[in-house]
């Protein structure tokens, strides 16, 4: 084997490495997004009986998806090592000091406004995210935001149940696909 040969090799097994990697968190991402999509669904749902009983529905709806994700993350073998679960959860809590902030500077009060605001800050997570550990997930990202503007902009009515149902049923999909990666 000449030098030539051996810096493909090596990099083939970088190539290899990487996939690998990929892989692995996109299996281990799976489980949340089927949560995240439950939540989504359950908030929707809420939704559909009244604005009240919606913004309720989505802030108990999210609280149980917090819940469920720090469960998970503390029993998962592959939950990617010391330190990770404080990460998980400031960031976390720093998309909601900007949600509340954006909400308070723009003084956004009604449901539909700020499920606007939060589907498009989680779809440009996952865009942002997507960048750094595949296309899938900037994919999921696109689709997301997607459906907030084609909601937003043609069954403005049924916006807060459109959202929340279709992006559940795309994280819940997504979850599917990326859990058999």
């Known amino acids: 084997m000449d030098q030539k040969e051996a810096l493909r090799a090596l990099d083939d097994i970088q190539g290899a490495k990487e996939k690998s990697s990929a ?3 996109y299996a281990a991402g799976g489980i949340y997004m ?5 939540v ?3 908030g929707g749902a809420s939704s559909l009986l009244s604005p009240e009983i919606g913004r309720w529905g989505w802030t108990v709806s999210v609280l149980a998806g ?3 994700s720090i469960a998970i993350g503390f029993r998962s073998p592959a939950a990617g090592g010391k330190g990770v679960m404080g990460k ?3 960031t976390m809590m720093t998309m909601a000091a900007v949600s509340i902030a954006i909400s308070f500077v723009l003084n956004i009060g009604d449901l539909r406004e700020a499920t606007a605001l939060q589907t498009i800050l989680v779809a440009g997570a996952y865009m942002a995210f997507g960048v750094w550990r ?3 997930i900037f994919v999921l990202g696109v689709a997301l935001g997607a459906a907030v503007l084609i909601a937003w902009f043609f069954l403005a009515d049924r916006f807060e149940m459109v959202v929340g149902i279709a992006g559940g049923v ?3 999909l997504s979850g599917i696909l990326l ?3």
């Open 23 to 25: 892989l692995r968190g």
């Open 34 to 38: 089927i949560v995240w999509g439950i």
């Open 40 to 42: 989504w669904i359950a």
């Open 66 to 68: 917090v819940v469920a």
């Open 88 to 90: 998980v959860m400031l």
């Open 134 to 136: 595949g296309a899938r």
């Open 170 to 172: 795309m994280l819940i």
């Open 179 to 181: 859990r058999r990666a």
